[in-house]
Structure formats: C-alpha cells, structure tokens
C-alpha cells in the first residue's frame, strides 16, 4: 500500500506555503521529513493526512484520492501522532489508548474485551502499562507523546505519522521511540516522522526528505540525502561530521 502526495501545493486560504511536492512512502518503509522551522513540515503532514486540503494537486491513498475514502476509512489505515499536548479533560491513561479503536467500531460504543486487549498490548509494548489508570493530565510530557504513540498503534492502522515524535522525551525514551518506529516498518507499517535531529533519521529512515520555506531540496535513501552539503544547504548553518567506534556517521552543530 503507498501514500502520495503528487505535484501538492500546500497552505491555507490566506496564503501558500509551499508548491511543487512530490511525496510518498509504502508499507514497509520509513521515510524522515526534515527541516527547519516554519519550513512547511507540519502543513504537508496535515495535508497527506487530509486535514486540510491541497490547494494544488492530490494526495492519493493505494492509488485512490484520498477525498474518496470516508474519515473512518482512514482513520483504520493511517494513525496521526501529533506533538505532545497536555490535554483539558483527565481521562486515564487507557482511556485515551482507547479512543484510537474507535476507527474500528463507534465514537459512543462500550469497548469491547477485545479493544481494551488492544490497548493493554499497545501500552505494554511502551512500557508503560503501569500509567493506565493514571490520570492522562497527570504524566510527564514524555510519558503522554508515548501514550499518543500507543493510542496511534490502537488503531491497527497500515500507516503511521509522526510530528517530531521525540521532542519531549528524554534520552533514554527517544532510543525506544527510534527503536519501535523501525519494528513498525519490520512488521509491515509505513512511517512518516519529521524531525530536527539528521542523526534520528539516519538511525530510523530508509529515506530523507528535505524541506525549506516549502521547497522541496531533495529526497532519496538517507545514505545519499544526509550529507554535509545537503544539511548545511537545509538549515543554512555550519555542520561537522563525526565518525562513532563502529564506524558510523553522526551529524553535529557546526
């Protein structure tokens, strides 16, 4: 299964904020979506997602545009992992894992024995099935974007994207957050995440795609698009190369 955004212009009624995109990624692969602030990152994810519309081209879904498909319909296919927010309502823990499986039954229905094994496996896979009955206001900010992420992997979806899924969490946790976002693409899902940190996606990524002021600068495996050149021409700042013990490629501030 593939989604793509083909030729998209992007932006809002008052005004674009970028054109000429050309973006996809299949089941299977994970693809990295750099670029600085402002840069349009945030706008293209809601766009491929269909959360606002392309004011030019189309985003398609296995082939299909993606307006065909109803909002259940997609929510059953793609999971959206949006930047941690604190939430109003104290829900527990589980309760928002939950909500992810309502793209399979209805938003006012009991869930089922199965959906609550759903969630408890998906909270568990996180490690933090000990917080499901802890109040969702309650937690750290890192413990809520890994309870977005578990109510994400509720849905049973084929794809997964991902606003900067590591922003709020510590060291330890960005290293699960990596770690899992390559076992979703081993066990089938496409991922789609943006980041700010080239080393994450060399970690994660199969592919790169670099983005600045809406413009498109360059895409293909992150082997070819993670250099150098291509980072200081995408953040218009200095970058070193360091190489690790093992032989591997870091990226560092300049």
């Given at each position: 299964?593939?989604?793509?955004?083909?030729?998209?212009?992007?932006?809002?009624?008052?005004?674009?904020?970028?054109?000429?995109?050309?973006?996809?990624?299949?089941?299977?692969?994970?693809?990295?979506?750099?670029?600085?602030?402002?840069?349009?990152?945030?706008?293209?994810?809601k766009?491929?997602?269909?959360?606002?519309?392309?004011?030019?081209?189309?985003?398609?879904?296995?082939?299909?545009?993606?307006?065909?498909y109803?909002?259940?319909?997609?929510?059953?296919?793609?999971?959206?992992?949006?930047?941690?927010?604190?939430?109003?309502?104290?829900?527990?823990?589980?309760?928002?894992?939950?909500?992810?499986?309502?793209?399979?039954?209805?938003?006012f229905?009991?869930?089922?024995?199965?959906?609550?094994?759903?969630?408890?496996?998906?909270?568990?896979?996180?490690?933090?099935?000990r917080?499901?009955?802890?109040?969702?206001?309650?937690?750290?900010?890192?413990?809520?974007?890994?309870?977005?992420?578990?109510?994400?992997?509720?849905?049973?979806?084929?794809?997964?994207?991902?606003?900067?899924?590591?922003?709020?969490?510590?060291?330890?946790?960005?290293?699960?957050?990596?770690?899992?976002?390559?076992?979703?693409?081993?066990?089938?899902?496409?991922?789609?995440?943006?980041?700010?940190?080239?080393?994450?996606a060399?970690?994660?990524?199969?592919?790169?795609?670099?983005?600045?002021?809406?413009?498109?600068?360059?895409?293909?495996?992150?082997?070819?698009?993670?250099?150098?050149?291509?980072?200081?021409?995408?953040?218009?700042?200095?970058?070193?190369?360091?190489?690790?013990a093992?032989?591997?490629?870091?990226?560092?501030?300049?």
């Amino acid at each position: 299964m593939r989604l793509e955004g083909h030729a998209l212009t992007i932006g809002y009624p008052d005004h674009v904020v970028g054109s000429g995109l050309n973006v996809a990624f299949e089941t299977g692969e994970v693809l990295a979506l750099l670029g600085p602030n402002g840069g349009g990152k945030t706008t293209l994810l809601k766009t491929l997602l269909g959360l606002i519309d392309a004011k030019a081209g189309e985003v398609r879904l296995d082939g299909r545009p993606l307006a065909d498909y109803s909002i259940q319909e997609r929510a059953r296919v793609i999971a959206y992992v949006p930047q941690v927010h604190t939430g109003t309502f104290a829900f527990t823990v589980e309760t928002v894992v939950l909500m992810g499986r309502t793209a399979h039954g209805n938003l006012f229905s009991r869930p089922s024995a199965h959906d609550h094994e759903v969630a408890a496996g998906a909270l568990e896979r996180f490690g933090i099935g000990r917080l499901s009955q802890r109040p969702y206001t309650q937690i750290s900010g890192g413990e809520r974007q890994l309870v977005l992420l578990a109510r994400a992997l509720a849905q049973e979806p084929q794809f997964v994207v991902l606003d900067e899924p590591t922003a709020s969490l510590d060291f330890g946790n960005q290293g699960k957050v990596m770690s899992e976002i390559r076992a979703l693409a081993a066990s089938g899902h496409g991922v789609l995440f943006t980041t700010h940190d080239p080393n994450h996606a060399r970690r994660a990524a199969d592919r790169a795609f670099l983005l600045r002021d809406g413009t498109q600068l360059a895409e293909g495996p992150v082997g070819n698009v993670l250099n150098k050149a291509q980072l200081e021409a995408l953040y218009r700042a200095p970058v070193e190369t360091v190489m690790d013990a093992a032989g591997n490629m870091a990226f560092l501030p300049g």
